[in-house]
Structure formats: C-alpha cells, structure tokens
C-alpha cells in the first residue's frame, strides 16, 4: 500500500528552522518527484516546494525562495524539507505528496496523487 508519512513539525520561534521528512513506503521513492504544500486555516492548501527524481530539479514558492531546500535521499526513501527563517505566516499544516516522475513550477495540487496527513508547523514568539 503506497503511503507517506511527514515528520518533523513544532513550535518554532520567528526567525528558527526546522526540518520536515516525508517518509515513503509501498513504492520506490527513486521513479516518484514528490512536493510539499502547506495548508493555513481557513486557506487553500497552497504548493511550496518540490523535487524531481533523475535529474534532480527542484522548485520553489516565490513566498519560500532563498529559505527552503527540498532533498532527497532515496535509499532512505525519505524527502525533507529544510525551513530556515520562518515566519509567522509559515504557520500551517504541511503535507508532502506525489506526482509522478517529474514536477513542474506550477506546484498544482490536482496534479498530485497521494498524500501524507500531515505535520503542524506553527511559527509564534
């Protein structure tokens, strides 16, 4: 059964870091591009990062520019998602998902397939 599971979420001071994991089983993580989105209540779940699998390419939020980085690490079947400089309006939920072998720019959530249930980011002093 394919599934994903995110890590890594907290509390976090303005200003902080933290590192999210999107843990994958049921399929090999090696032909699967996977995003992270993220989900503020009462927003729609936005796209924030994601990674391709072959050549490795990655996009980006302009919103999160400059201050995430998306990996990968296949033989642990595991994506992270470095946040560095967070803000308060970084508060939400996020969720990591997949999309097949390449992603593109647009982070579209209906062109992803299955997703986590997710890790609560919340930035607050």
């Known amino acids: 059964q394919l599934q994903l599971v995110e890590s890594g979420g907290g509390l976090v001071q303005p200003g902080g870091s933290l590192r999210l994991s999107c843990v994958v089983s049921g399929f090999i993580l090696d032909y699967y591009a996977i995003g992270w989105f993220r989900q503020a209540p009462g927003k729609e779940r936005e796209g924030v990062s994601c990674?391709?699998?072959?050549?490795?390419?990655?996009y980006y939020a302009d919103s999160v520019k400059g201050r995430f980085t998306i990996s990968r690490d296949n033989a642990k079947n595991t994506v992270y998602l470095q946040m560095n400089s967070l803000k308060p309006e970084y508060t939400a939920v996020y969720y990591c998902a997949d999309v097949g072998v390449f992603c593109g720019p647009l982070l579209d959530r209906d062109e992803y397939d299955n997703w986590g249930q997710g890790t609560q980011v919340t930035v607050s002093s």
């Open positions: 990674i391709s699998t072959s050549d490795g390419s990655t």
